[in-house]
């Protein structure tokens, strides 16, 4: 069966600092995606970013971007220049196919002014 | 992007009752809709995935006669949850899942507050 860890129940960074968040995945699968999802207090679902197995170069959407090492099955996400409203629960999943995604444990990040 | 949403947004009922939480997909067809769970201060669950026209797939532990699943047509599914205990209070989030070439995405609702007393 497919597991993700986020071995960071909470994380905190200065306001405008850049922080990582780890996660680690088992799988046997090759092709799979996987994705960052970030949970604010309104607790709406939100899509970070997301990466496809396949594909080599990692995955960026703005102040995101994820280091992706497939052969280490590790996928972490690290967010620069933090902002206030980057605060809430980060949550990596992974999902192959069709199927249900697999969620991790989730990070708190906490942005201190 | 795409949007669900989920009604009601927050319901309280009495032990022995029966509720029942709405999941709809507004701009888009959905194909296959997932129920999740989520327990404060813990990850997401998936208890049920429905297919339009189809009966659910319950994750093992989730009791298929309690969580009944239905997904009448491509923009609803919902899911009841019948003769409800304190238990059972949680936050139920829904998502819906497009066919074709974003056929790995899913969107999720904004999920609804169950509160038994």
């Known amino acids: 069966a497919q597991t993700v860890t986020q071995s960071q129940p909470e994380m905190s960074v200065q306001e405008a600092e850049t922080v990582t968040l780890s996660c680690t995945y088992d799988t046997s699968e090759s092709d799979y995606y996987l994705f960052w999802y970030k949970q604010p207090p309104s607790r709406q679902m939100i899509l970070v970013i997301r990466?496809?197995?396949?594909?080599?170069q990692n995955a960026t959407e703005n102040r995101f971007s994820v280091n992706f090492q497939k052969a280490a099955k590790s996928f972490s996400l690290k967010i620069s220049d933090s902002q206030l409203g980057d605060a809430a629960m980060y949550f990596c999943?992974?999902?192959?196919?069709?199927?249900?995604?697999?969620f991790g444990q989730g990070t708190r990040l906490t942005i201190n002014p | 992007g795409a949007v669900v949403s989920q009604h009601p947004s927050w319901v309280i009922c009495k032990s022995g009752t029966s509720v029942k939480i709405e999941c709809r997909s507004l701009d888009f067809q959905a194909t296959t809709m997932f129920w999740y769970r989520q327990f404060p201060k813990q990850s997401l669950m998936l208890m049920a995935t429905s297919n339009e026209g189809s009966k659910a797939t319950y994750e093992q532990g989730v009791e298929k006669d309690k969580f009944l699943i239905n997904h009448a047509s491509l923009t609803l599914s919902t899911l009841t949850v019948t003769s409800a205990h304190p238990e059972d209070s949680s936050f139920y989030i829904c998502?819906?899942?497009?066919?074709?070439?974003?056929?790995?995405?899913?969107?999720f609702g904004p999920g609804t507050r169950l509160t038994v007393l």
């Open positions: 999943a992974y999902r192959s196919g069709l199927r249900k995604l697999v």
């Open positions: 990466q496809e197995a396949y594909k080599q």
């Open positions: 998502s819906a899942s497009l066919g074709g070439a974003v056929a790995n995405e899913q969107f």
